[in-house]
Nanobody
């Protein structure tokens, strides 16, 4: 079974930068798409950025040009470089992975979340 552990959240002033990391561990046949989602207080969880095993990326319009997602397939990690942060980026950020288990089952795995707070 695959587990995801996020790190790198914290408090930053508007205009600043943070880098989030997510490391996958455990046993699986394959990890396909991975990505970052976020959930602000009182709001639904939303997509931030995703990346395929081949490196194709997708971003929410609200973060395009400011955030960059990257992936290291050898280490089963993804990162999210967040620049020019805004107060509206404040949320709990969750790592997500599409996993094919050793039993050939398709699973969606989530991390525990890491809090990002951007002060005005």
């Amino acid at each position: 079974q695959v587990q995801l552990v996020e790190s790198g959240g914290g408090l930053v002033q508007a205009g600043g930068s943070l880098r989030l990391s997510c490391a996958a561990s455990g046993v699986a046949l394959m990890i396909n798409g991975m990505g970052w989602y976020r959930q602000a207080p009182g709001k639904q969880r939303e997509l931030v950025a995703t990346i395929t095993s081949g490196g194709t990326t997708n971003y929410a319009d609200s973060v395009k040009g400011r955030f960059t997602i990257s992936r290291d397939n050898a280490k089963y990690t993804i990162n999210l470089q967040m620049n020019s942060l805004k107060p509206e980026d404040t949320a709990v950020y969750y790592c997500n992975a599409e996993v094919v288990s050793i039993l050939h089952k398709y699973l969606e795995v989530w991390g525990q979340g890491t809090l990002v707070t951007v002060s005005a």
